[in-house]
């Protein structure tokens, strides 16, 4: 079997695998954003099919720079506050110790990264103190208090605590729902890899991924492949070495 045979048989496993979780499906021609209108196949029962073999292509670049971060061992900070995605999102996050925000995106992780490490360095405090027993002088209603505190800041801060640093990428689930986080990170210069329906910018995008960012078979098939490759990136620096 030639090069290009080899090539050809593994472009159509990848979008056959494509197509078997979903991930051709977009939304309504309504809901379509510009930039999305070259990854339009046609339109199935009023709904806007993306053209797997380009979401294929664009899935192999992306993939491609997740490679190299994990050769560097740099962090990616994973983000979604879907439905869809929250459980994905994590034990993909966590399968490659990095940090994630399953959930509300709070504004300021990035561009004020010193204030975000405060509280969570008051979150490690808090839970520290608890655990040894150093909650015991207050009285039952301030511990009450004190726990309340600390389950607001596991919220919306847990995910994060590894984040010593900013992330050196973005990994996205739906880039318009996540247009905050988008925006800090283009503000600083971090790259964004973003899974993106046909209702997202992705001209906005440094790594868009085309497709089904709603259903939880392609969310979990794009973090998969996404876990992979930086595995591979990572298991590459280790033979080198």
């Excluded at 808090?126 to 800041?153: F, P, Q």
């Excluded at 596991?154 to 996540?178: C, H, R, T, W, Y």
């Amino acid at each position: 079997m030639s090069k290009t045979q080899e090539t050809s048989n593994t472009e159509n496993s990848v979008v056959d695998a494509l197509f078997s979780v979903g991930a051709h499906f977009g939304f309504v021609k309504s809901r379509r954003h510009p930039s999305a209108k070259p990854f339009i196949f046609g339109v199935k029962n009023k709904i806007e099919i993306f053209d797997l073999e380009k979401t294929s292509e664009a899935l192999h670049s992306a993939l491609e720079f997740v490679e190299t971060l994990g050769s560097k061992n740099a962090m990616i900070l994973f983000v979604s506050g879907k439905e869809e995605a929250k459980k994905a999102i994590v034990s993909t996050a966590e399968s490659i110790t990095a940090p994630y925000v399953a959930g509300r995106f709070i504004g300021g992780t990035l561009t004020n990264f010193p204030e975000i490490r405060k509280r969570v360095e008051k979150m490690e405090r808090l839970v520290s103190e608890r655990d040894k027993g150093e909650l015991a002088k207050y009285t039952k209603k301030e511990r009450l208090l004190i726990d309340r505190d600390i389950a607001k800041l596991k919220e919306f801060f847990f995910g994060i605590s590894i984040m010593k640093n900013l992330p050196q990428a973005l990994f996205v689930i739906d880039a318009k729902a996540e247009s905050i986080a988008v925006k800090e990170a283009k503000k600083i210069g971090i790259p964004v890899v973003a899974l993106c329906g046909t209702d997202n910018d992705l001209s906005q995008i440094d790594y868009p991924i085309p497709g089904n960012d709603s259903s939880k078979a392609s969310i979990e098939f794009f973090l998969q492949k996404v876990a992979n490759s930086y595995k591979i990136g990572q298991l590459k620096k280790e033979e080198v070495k």
